[in-house]
């Protein structure tokens, strides 16, 4: 893929350039303008913030045909969401409800076990930060869109060809088998878990489910190749039936890799709480943010906590960062945070380049550069 991104770049900047600010409440508004304009976006919001709250927030283009984007639109923000999610896993683990490095067939009813190691236990460290040999392949693919049952998947080719604890391979099967194991343990269906003990206690406004979503949710369309139709139909999703508030161990792997909706300002309310010791310990806390395993040959720039990227990248910003990217159907998303400058930055879109090097967008980078690097 790494060759097609010069072409692509090239492509794109043949493109019209189309969107302006909504509002100019942020500051290096027109440099942001130039940013998001240059990397053709579609429409978004972008929004800073440090301890005491958010610092500025702007809204760019449109949410859906039509639909301006505006700083309460909520987005499907795709990986993102797995941050979030390890938030989640710290409160269960601070507990006692549930332990990082014990086997998940403790909470989980399903054997899961690496059929070439079936004495290695996969634990809830492994998942969340993409060592358990947990593949995405054309099952889970299959799977997800047709909702099939996970014990079907996990007869099929779920499993890399390395052994658990490994080696990193990015999964977003493994991480959704995470929120699985984290609802069997608590004994709640992955939602109610996650508004009891993440979005209630910080007073956030956000769901797994878009049939929820109060408001707008924007779609998300892929800007090249040129899309007749979004690639993620806000409406559509939210006309689906809303499935019943109970633990389901054969369906809920399709949450908590990517499936949260939040708008820009709530989602900066979520990484204030990654600042500082509060919502979660220090112990906490410093577990997110500690290298488990590096990306290796897909981003020398980059490695994983609990469900924490790690950015270091002195072209990028002298500090190192912490935070996670998502990228779904056309849209871009991004949380990062310095914990030493005590600020963060959130951006989410309906649609943008999807250019990359390595695997952090250039969109992202360009923000971080602007917001998180040395003024």
Sequence with gaps: ???????????????????????????????????????RCLGGTLCTFDAEGVTGIVSFGEAR????????TVYRIASVSKLVTAMGLMRLKEQGILSLDTDVGQYYPLPLRHPKAPDTPITCRMLSAHIAAIHDGVDYNQGIAENKDVSLLLQGDSFAAHLPGETWEYSNFGAGLLGAVMEAAAGVDF???????????????????????????????????????????????????????????EKHYNLAHGNLCISAGELARLGRALLQPGFLT???????????????????????????????????????????????YGA????????????????????????????????????????????
């Design 1 to 39: 893929m790494g060759n097609i991104w010069p072409v692509y770049r090239l492509i794109l900047q043949l493109m019209p350039k189309k969107g302006k600010l909504q509002t100019t409440g942020l500051a290096h508004a027109k440099e942001a303008e130039k940013i998001l304009r240059k990397h």
């Design 65 to 72: 045909k039509g639909v301006p984007a505006a700083d309460d």
């Design 191 to 249: 939602e109610t878990l996650m508004q009891r003990e993440v979005f209630e206690p910080l007073g956030v406004q956000g769901t797994f489910y878009p049939q929820k979503v109060q408001g707008t949710l924007a779609d998300a369309t892929r800007i090249l190749p040129p899309q007749k139709a979004p690639n993620f139909n806000a409406k559509k999703r939210q006309a689906k039936p809303l499935p019943e508030a109970k633990p389901d161990h």
């Design 282 to 328: 220090a112990e906490s806390l410093a577990e997110m943010r500690t290298v488990i395993a590096p990306f290796g040959e897909r981003a020398h720039n980059l490695s994983q906590g609990i469900g924490t990227f790690i950015l270091q990248d002195e072209t990028i910003c002298p500090r190192m960062l912490y935070g996670h990217q998502g990228m779904a």
């Design 332 to 375: 871009c998303h991004g949380l990062f945070f310095d914990v030493e400058k005590q600020r963060g930055l959130v951006f989410l879109s309906s649609g943008v380049s999807e250019a990359r090097r390595g695997v952090l967008s250039d969109v992202n980078a360009d923000l971080i550069r602007l917001y998180l690097g040395d003024e």
